[in-house]
Structure formats: structure tokens, C-alpha cells
């Protein structure tokens, strides 16, 4: 399964963005199932609702729940970042946990911000 992280999110909702045609085929093509977590939710309804956007579509894809168990791996992942002097964004470590603990991969434009949570256990789809 592949996350799909609120940047790639934008750029495909984006009607007018070449890139979000280059993310969305490379998806497709993988073949593999896709999802979105319960925080990308929030972040790109907050941003849909904001600008007056249709939320429609985003509303059909399939959401990962935030659970204890990854309460618990982002709290980890945090504290971790941060004593390799790299801290982190507290939902960038929600979704990486999310992820990591349904054994998927994320796929994100923001390797800066989640490429430190590799050697933690975090896959990227790239």
C-alpha cells in the first residue's frame, strides 16, 4: 500500500498542476492500493474548505486511522528525531507512524522532512 502525503495530495486536486499528472501516473502504474491517512484528512480538508475547493473527491479515498499503537511509534519517532538533532514536525511523525505500522510506504514531495525517519523504519515510494 501506498500513503499518499497532503504535498502530492495538492498537486493532484490541483486541476492545473503538471506534476499532479506525473504523481497520479506514477501511482496508477505501481499497482499498488493507496490510501490517505486520518491527519493528510484533516490537512487537505482544512486547505480544500479554506480556498472554497470541492472536497468530493478526496471524501472517496480510503483513510488509515490514527490508533493508539501509532500514538505510541510517533511519540517514539519524535523524540528520536529530535535527539539525532533533527527535529520534526509533530504530524509529519503522526503519518510516518501511521505508515510504518501499516507496513506501507509514503509517498511525499517532502523528502526534508521525512527522509530523517528512514532509519527509523519509515519507507518512501519513490
Known amino acids: 500500500m501506498i500513503v499518499i502525503d497532503t504535498d502530492v495530495l495538492i498537486e493532484i486536486f490541483d486541476k492545473k498542476s503538471e506534476k499532479g499528472e506525473e504523481v497520479l501516473k506514477k501511482v496508477v502504474e505501481s499497482g499498488e492500493g493507496i490510501g490517505i491517512t486520518a491527519v493528510n484528512l484533516h490537512e487537505i480538508l482544512y486547505g480544500l474548505q479554506k480556498y472554497a475547493k470541492p472536497v468530493k473527491e478526496v471524501l472517496q479515498l ?54 530523517p525517519l528512514e532509519p527509523m523504519g519509515l519507507k518512501l515510494f519513490k
Do not use: Q, W
Open 62 to 115: 480510503p483513510v488509515l486511522s490514527y490508533t493508539k499503537e501509532d500514538a505510541s511509534l510517533a511519540a517514539e519517532l519524535e523524540l528520536e528525531a529530535e535527539d539525532r538533532g533533527a527535529p520534526i514536525r509533530r504530524t509529519d511523525a503522526m503519518i510516518a507512524a501511521i505508515a510504518i505500522n501499516n507496513g506501507a510506504r509514503l509517498y511525499t514531495l517532502d523528502l526534508k522532512h521525512f527522509k
